[in-house]
């Protein structure tokens, strides 16, 4: 039921992807930047904020899809998957960069 609206979720220590996305590199990227940060807050942390942070979201933009790509988590993770090299650069909590900028 997931897939039917997303290619894949990272729930640790696990990346799920759809069947039909196997081996894309690029959002295998994008679910690595989210094991990142799962590391990063904990585990269960990292859910909990998730989960905030989108509610926050969606009560601001009334549009499910708006919330979830305003989230400071998914940001992060698009604005970085097609760089193959980011998690080896990039800075811890990386993603507080991404919690002002609302588009």
Sequence with gaps: MIFKK???I???PFIVLNKH???KEVLLNHERIHLRQQ???????????????FVF????????DKAYRN????KEAY????????????????FLKYIK???
């Design 71 to 74: 989230i400071s988590f998914e």
């Design 6 to 8: 997303y290619r894949g």
């Design 10 to 12: 990272t729930l640790w």
């Design 101 to 103: 900028k609302d588009s």
């Design 21 to 23: 996305q196997k081996g």
């Design 79 to 94: 604005s970085n998957e097609c760089n193959l090299e980011y998690l080896k650069k990039r800075k811890f909590w990386g």
């Design 39 to 53: 590391i990063e807050l904990l585990v269960i942390p990292f859910y909990i904020w998730y989960g905030i942070e």
């Design 57 to 64: 979201l969606y009560l601001k933009h009334k549009n499910w």
